[in-house]
């Protein structure tokens, strides 16, 4: 990205009261840095995209990255695919999201057909498309609300279309939930974060990011319609899925 990122260094300082977790200007400032040091395997499922598009999207179909953050999704696949190969819309509801992937978009690929709209993706009015990306945005909408969005997600899909369902994960078995956040605890740590910043980054998220366990997700793709889905990357408690419609 052309736009400069910096380190996140959000939750540093001791605060006497840590607020809720939002997708604000801050957090916009060091996005980059903060999703590649707290998301592990991160930039190898940004690799898959392009991969998993030459395979199974139509050439010049639509893809939809619905809570696109930045945008690096659609880089990715504009790095892989050319121009004509696709039309691609990026949703998110943070406006300071949008604002800055609009931009990135734009400038890193101007030949390519790139839309980046400021948007609720639970009452979008959704068009037909090839792929769909849900890349870790699942996890902060009410569990509620979740088979009802998947469901409207697989009537858009075309024919042979795909949904790619990145997560973080909750293992139903306590003591092994327990050893993967630890050990993912300890990645962030390799990664430069003290266990100040893990502690009051963990506060922020409670009660804004509620994962679904890796079993409760393909239960859910399952009831949206989807015949077949697939976990096709995990490391730790984070997981990304494929799921399969019809042709």
């Excluded at 696709?86 to 890193?108: C, H, I, K, N």
């Excluded at 506060?203 to 079993?215: F, G, K, M, Q, R």
Aim: negative net charge; aromatic residues 10%.
């Amino acid at each position: 990205m052309s736009t400069a990122s910096y380190r996140d260094a959000i939750f540093s300082t001791p605060l006497d009261r840590v607020a809720r977790f939002s997708f604000d200007e801050q957090v916009v400032a060091c996005f980059p840095d903060m999703i590649r040091r707290s998301v592990p395997g991160y930039g190898q499922i940004l690799g898959m995209m392009g991969v998993i598009a030459k395979r199974h999207l139509r050439h010049g179909a639509h893809v939809y990255d619905l809570g696109c953050s930045l945008g690096a999704s659609g880089l990715a696949l504009a790095g892989a695919l050319p121009a004509d190969a696709f039309r691609y819309t990026g949703v998110d509801v943070s406006p300071a999201m949008v604002e800055q992937a609009r931009q990135t978009l734009t400038t890193e690929c101007p030949e390519h057909a790139m839309s980046v709209i400021e948007a609720d993706i639970r009452t979008l009015e959704y068009t037909g498309s090839g792929m769909i990306i849900l890349n870790f945005t699942l996890q902060f909408l009410p569990p509620r609300d979740r088979d009802a969005l998947l469901a409207r997600l697989y009537s858009a899909l075309e024919p042979g279309g795909v949904l790619i369902l990145s997560e973080k994960t909750v293992d139903p078995d306590e003591r092994d939930n327990a050893w993967r956040v630890e050990r993912y605890h300890d990645f962030k740590r390799a990664n430069g974060y003290s266990d100040l910043e893990i502690s009051q980054k963990r506060t922020a998220l409670e009660n804004v990011l509620i994962p679904d366990s890796l079993d409760g997700l393909h239960e859910r793709l399952s009831g949206a319609g989807f015949p077949r889905a697939m976990t096709w990357f995990q490391y730790l408690n984070f997981a990304s899925l494929i799921a399969f419609k019809e042709s």
